[in-house]
């Protein structure tokens, strides 16, 4: 039932504001992610905790000098950190309570009762070495609860990940996924464009967890707030 949503969607890539790709896939960085498995965890009676995980690989600024020595102020940084990067995540969740209560006495097909959420993480800056970061999000119990997902294991339908770098986007192998077996590019790509699409209904549901606890961050780096925008 799922793949009748895909049908009926244009194939065309989304893309936000004039952020372009930067560099061939996992070139920069890449998710700490293996088939689909985005840690969903119940953190308290409030909160479910998402965690977004992710390494860098390769310095762009590094990149663009191309072994040359910077030249000007704005060429000059300190490589043992990088600036300016995002994480932005949309998830995607299956009213359960709807799809049990009318998929008896209605035609409404699986996608009809998708659910679509985001939130962003703007860092400031972050060491640059190859551990593991977390990027970490922060989802209501609640919510959950009264949609009827709300279990010992929280699956997704899918999800969609950015990564970016001074409004670049790095290209990742793994940064859409959707649940379904038989998923190809063009479907992934169109759980992506309504995925974008779709988020806005529910802004303010999925939030990053530096706003409600600024422990979250530990371990990352210093994050940029709305008023310094």
């Known amino acids: 039932m799922?793949?009748?949503?895909?049908?009926l969607?244009?194939?065309a890539f989304f893309s936000i504001g004039s952020l372009f790709v930067l560099g061939e896939e996992d070139k920069f960085a890449k998710l700490d992610i293996t088939n689909g498995n985005l840690s969903i965890k119940k953190q308290s009676d409030q909160w479910l905790r998402i965690t977004v995980p992710f390494k860098l690989v390769s310095h762009p600024r590094i990149e663009a000098l191309e072994g040359r020595r910077p030249l000007t102020l704005s060429q000059a940084f300190n490589p043992k950190f990088i600036d300016d990067i995002k994480v932005k995540?949309?998830?995607c969740f299956a009213n359960k309570f709807k799809q049990n209560l009318l998929r008896s006495t209605s035609n409404l097909k699986d996608s009809d009762f998708y659910q679509y959420y985001d939130a962003e993480i703007e860092y400031l800056t972050l060491d640059f070495d190859r551990s593991t970061k977390n990027a970490i999000f922060l989802f209501p119990t609640t919510i959950a609860e009264r949609d009827g997902f709300l279990g010992a294991n929280v699956k997704p339908v899918g999800y969609v990940v950015e990564i970016s770098h001074a409004d670049s986007n790095f290209k990742l192998s793994n940064a859409v996924y959707f649940n379904y077996r038989?998923?190809?590019?063009?479907i992934l790509e169109s759980f992506k464009s309504q995925a974008l699409s779709e988020s806005p209904e529910n802004k303010g549901v999925l939030v990053p967890a530096h706003k409600i606890d600024a422990s979250y961050l530990v371990g990352m780096g210093p994050v940029k707030t709305a008023d310094e925008r």
């Open 2 to 7: 799922k793949i009748i949503l895909f049908s």
């Open 182 to 186: 038989g998923a190809t590019e063009e």
């Open 9 to 11: 969607l244009s194939f």
């Open 89 to 91: 995540l949309w998830i």
